[in-house]
């Protein structure tokens, strides 16, 4: 006992010593929870915040980490440089399996399920269309294309285009589209920063990758209260929340028309295409968001159901058990909140209750009568 004592005393004055002489380094500081970390990425911005205790050299070690897995991402999936893999992928030889990374092949297999699931309103080979309504790379003027050019490019569209093989870890263009996985890459994006920071041992912290968004542990971790996170009103004016959900150990993704999108002779044209038209999608959903634990996937379905449209979204959500909530313009600057099952279950009735969200009801489904058994 006294040995240990003297021993571990004498350890103790060795490791004063070097601090001293090493004297208080700016990397070993500790920070304050919660460290922030905003930046610029895809277009759009980054913010992580960490609530676990970080010295200053640690949290720049962070940070490098995540951002090198989203450079990785954009070298990946990019539509916007032209040394990305989905641009050599966009080039090759038609019916030429490619071999491609881990990452797009995952992120393609994705979309292929996304893509049947949703019958084919998320659908990646809408990429020439996208360009013609100017809101990819090609960077054409804000104007409506004609319906020769538009005809052209929609004959070639569908997903059965591309060939995924999951095994051999190649996949192959059938027809001549352009796969973009702009509808999709941002939540892989999340994705990415989230394993990369559980791999880290970080336990509390939110990624927001442009509205994309993954929580893990909580906002205080000593009170165990969870994140909180602001569902949008949708309208292009200053950012508001219409709806303040806890998220916990959850991610979601929000589509909407009221952020991206061009304006011509008072006709709003959104960024999101319906495959099945080569058109802008125009319904009355005005944000669509959708919880799941991977974002990869709440950003596919969030692009499918603004694609679908609210009625038919919610049978897919229906058929899929999806948790989603879908804001629908009943007015101008009104909207009405509604649930799928999924959502309501997962949330609870009295938090839907109490925020003014309403629960689907599936017109199909047997009328419950009031006269009893
Ligand atoms: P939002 O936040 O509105 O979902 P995203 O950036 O996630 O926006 O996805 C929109 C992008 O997805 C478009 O800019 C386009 O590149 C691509 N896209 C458009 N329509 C579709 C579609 N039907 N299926 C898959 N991707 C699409
Ligand atoms: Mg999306």
């Known amino acids: 006992m006294n040995r240990y004592h003297r021993l571990s005393g004498a350890v103790g004055v060795v490791l004063l010593a070097t601090f001293l002489l090493a004297g208080c380094s700016e990397n070993d500081r500790p920070l304050d929870a919660p460290v922030r970390f905003e930046g610029a990425i895809f277009g759009s911005f980054y913010q992580v915040t960490v609530m ?10 962070l940070e490098e980490g995540f951002l090198a897995e989203l450079e990785s991402v954009d070298q990946a999936m990019s539509t916007y440089r032209d040394d990305a893999e989905l641009i050599a992928f966009n080039e090759a030889p038609l019916n030429e399996w490619q071999p491609l990374s881990n990452e797009l092949i995952e992120v393609l297999s994705i979309s292929r399920s996304v893509s049947e699931e949703s019958g084919g309103a998320f659908d990646i080979t809408v990429g020439g269309l996208v360009n013609l309504w100017s809101f990819g790379p090609e960077a054409r003027p804000e104007t409506i294309p004609s319906e020769a050019e538009l005809n052209e490019r929609l004959a070639i569209v569908g997903y059965d285009a591309i060939d995924v093989d999951t095994q051999s870890m190649q996949a192959r ?3 001549d589209v352009f796969a973009d996985l702009s509808g999709i890459a941002k939540g892989h994006g999340v ?37 909180r996170i602001g569902i949008e009103v949708p309208h292009t004016g200053p950012q508001e929340a219409q709806h303040i959900l806890p998220l916990d150990n959850m991610s979601l993704a929000t589509s909407g028309d009221y952020r991206n999108y061009f304006e011509e002779d008072g006709e709003r044209y959104s960024h999101t295409i319906d495959p099945r038209t080569g058109r802008p999608v125009n319904n009355r959903l005005a944000s669509v968001s959708v919880f799941h634990p991977s974002n990869a996937w709440a950003d596919a379905w969030a692009t499918a159901l603004t694609v679908t449209g609210s009625e038919a979204g919610m049978q897919l959500a229906l058929e899929h058990d ?8 009943i007015d101008e600057g009104q ?7 999924a ?3 997962y949330f609870g009735d009295a938090l839907v209750e109490e925020l003014g969200i309403d629960a689907w009801e599936d ?8 006269t009893g058994e």
């Not at 676990?52 to 070690?61: K, S, V, W």
């Not at 909207?335 to 099952?341: A, C, D, E, N, R």
């Not at 017109?363 to 009031?370: I, K, V, Y």
């Open 52 to 61: 676990d205790p970080l010295t200053q050299g640690e949290a720049n070690a």
């Open 173 to 175: 263009r059938t027809r």
């Open 191 to 227: 994705d990415r920063v989230a394993a990369y920071l559980d791999q880290q041992g970080i336990e509390h912290y939110l990624v927001n990758l442009g509205g994309d968004i993954l929580a893990r542990g909580y906002r205080h971790p000593d009170e165990q209260t969870p994140w």
């Open 322 to 329: 999806l948790n989603a909530l879908l804001l629908i313009k």
């Open 335 to 341: 909207w009405q909140s509604l649930g799928t099952p």
């Open 343 to 345: 959502f309501i279950n």
């Open 363 to 370: 017109p199909s489904a047997p009328r419950q009568t009031a």
